[in-house]
């Protein structure tokens, strides 16, 4: 019998068909992949199973029998669990207190405490239920929510991008876990766009495409390119990598030390590092470790820098605002696309005037023709699809307005770039697109600094790679010096001292234990 | 069964046919209201929409109500789009009042009779600073301190009524004015211009006109402008682009409380040529609804400013010719406000008819 199945199921958006028709076979104890890209219809998928989204049309049907979900609250009782990608924990609470507030309001805090080492201990999900959430790394609190999901002994367990915060070696060690679960006969839901993830830990596959179901397949039987093939209905395309002609110093931080903004935030320690003209260095490590603090300094929008801490060509720029340091040829793509990086209520055309100022005179009066060349030229020329320059920011999907954003940076001839996140939930061909584009500024002999928590992409275009761990930064390695186990390794926090000027990292700050004081 | 959906874009057409729906609501619900008040419905509607525009002498007061609450709106449309909450312009107007007035009232004590070219600029800009120092006060607080813009606007509104009280009562008041709280009447050569002979309206209309061109353009032409609205919009996008935050404040509250005092001042001297505690009657938070009613758009904000200025006037005349209550005006003004906002609703979701056996279903 199977634990779950959904039979032609269909859901209506007012502007998508999010599913259509869609099938889906679980088996009891099989881990099962769900793969898609962004806008696939998986989240839609989930949030039926989960009873937060109705179906227009179809069945479902848990152990055999159809059953209609009406919400979360009753999928949990029929044994559904879902951890989703975004924790939901309350930081000052402990993390028993927070698995308690989830439960039965019955238990008391002392057995549920109880509970949590039992679990943790059952399935080696090292987590210590007294510890207060926000000094808790990312990775633990995904512990935090697994154990969570798990004391509702659920039959169903659905996972929802789990790896994305996760270094290569807590992603085994996640592994080994839901390995366990599945042969205690949970079954497992796991979404996700990697490929080499899904084809390691996974026993079914079914794949999505523009919210139809393309294949169920086996995909330990199954390559990347077979699989990618199913996802995108064709091969991504293959990069273009040149050697590196690294010329004269472009970008240099050096001592750059900036303490928490909050209690919750990273504080920066001594950071250094040099990035040249016609190269590409990669700053990779997992998230939450000082990568939104780093970028806001050297973007200006934090001008809380020490004098002489960040140089561009020389010159000392840490206290410019970010217009001064556009005007001398620093430009940077933020992470978040609507909000910061766009103004989600106005045009492409009103966004392309955020940072490009060829029409505005001297006296500040906007040429609007020119702003509206501009803004088709940059549509044209990266492939961006919208309802032309008046479309508003928040009318495109995440790939389309991220081609947009780095577009109109890259259309600026930098001489420096500052990428955050460049193909952060973009699909696979525009982020070929995207990190196509960013090699070929490389090659015109920009200098550029690419932050990204996916290892794959950064050993793809970067030249070197530094890795960030709790706001202090590695020596650099050239790319083909590194390996995944190498960086992995490196991103707790653990590089060789030595070699490169201070700061010598005290050995026992580890992952895990989270940072001092500054 | 009817169901809100939400629509994939907002919708242009509704943006504009909202206001146009809320006021036939309006005028539907104040027919009611004549019915309950025992007046016949028809004619109190008439008092409202036709009575005021039914002789060049009632168009032209329509005018000179609109002129300073177009003004004060414009100025209003350029915070409200910053995303900066002022809704003092009521203080603001009155410190106007006493700027410009305090001018052509200094002129008639001194006896000093200037050319209009002369009074005119010295009006206007003693109004202005006025209204601006009014609102300096709230950016500083709110720059400095980071104190609510919209507390401190509106309280700063009662502090304004007791200094224009305290000024008539005092200071100002006029020695040959039987004990009344006023001012003396300004002397006629720091009087506004007219416009119309034979009517009471003045050149400030053409200010209000020119102010509203003004405004275009700086909110769509100039890049400062649209550095506001930016910052309105998206602040994390104002500070990743480097546009001042404090200076997007500073700008914005100068903007509007300098509008707003030299509405003030248009007023004082134009139309009242006297300052006494009863000019405004609320102006500045009027000017709140014509601001939103008009879309926060100069040109929306022109026909939103004719139609509150009608309903001040309708309310005038029912007043005194149907025996309606004085309350009525803003009755009326609210309910159109509120509806405005319900009928704003549809923008962003329309409404779909589900038969009853898909609901069913």
New interface residues.
Partial sequence: MLRLELVGISKQY??VRANDNVDLRVEPGEIHAVLGENGAGKSTMMKMIYGAVRPDAGEIRWNGEPVDIKSPLQARNLGISMVYQHFSLFDTLSAAENVWLGLDKRLKLPEITRRISRVSKEYGLDVEPLRPVHSLSVGERQRVEIVRALLTEPKLLILDEPTSVLTPQAVQKLFVTLRQLAADGCSILYISHKLDEIRALCHRCTVLRGGKVTGTVDPREQDNASLSRLMIGAEPPQLQHKPVHAGALAFAVQGLSVPQRDQFGTALSDIAVEVRAGEIVGVAGVSGNGQQELMAVL???DLRAPANSIRLFGKDVARH??????KEGLH?V?E?RL????????SLA?NT???R?EG?SAA???D?AKVQRLAARLIERFNVKAGGTGA?AR?LSGGNLQKFIVGREIDANPKVLIVSQPTWGVDVGAAALIRGELLKLRDAGCALLVVSEELDELFEIADRLVVIAQGRMSPSIATADASVERIGEWMSGLWPKGGEPPPAVPAARVAGVHHAQA | MLKL?????PSRWMSVASPVLALVLTAILAAGLFAALGKDPVQGLSMYFVVPLSSLRQISEVLLKATPLIIIALGLAVCYRSDVWNIGAEGQYLLGVLGGGGVALWLTTQGLVLPKIVVVPLVVIGGTLGGMAWAAIVALLRDRFNASEILVSLMLVYVAQQLVNYMVFGPWKDPKGFGFPQTRNFDVSTWLPNLIPGTRLHIGLLFALALVALTWVFM?????G?QL??GG??P??A??????SSASLWTALMISGGLAGLAGALDAVGTLQQINPHLSAGLGFTAIIVCFVGRLNPLGIVFAGLLLSMMIIGGELGQSRLGLPNALTGVFQGLLLVLLLACDTLINYRIRVRSALAAAR
Wanted: glycine letters at 10%; aromatic letters at 12%.
């Fill in positions: 007012p502007a973007s200006g929008e605002s970010p217009r001064r340091r556009r940077f933020p978040e909000g910061r990086g766009a103004v989600p209520a106005m009103g005037l955020l940072t100022t505005v500040g009066w906007i609007t508003a009318s | 959906e939400p629509r994939p874009q769509f032409r100039i890049y400062r649209y609205q930016v919009l998206a994390l996008a500070r990743y682009a480097g546009f001042s």
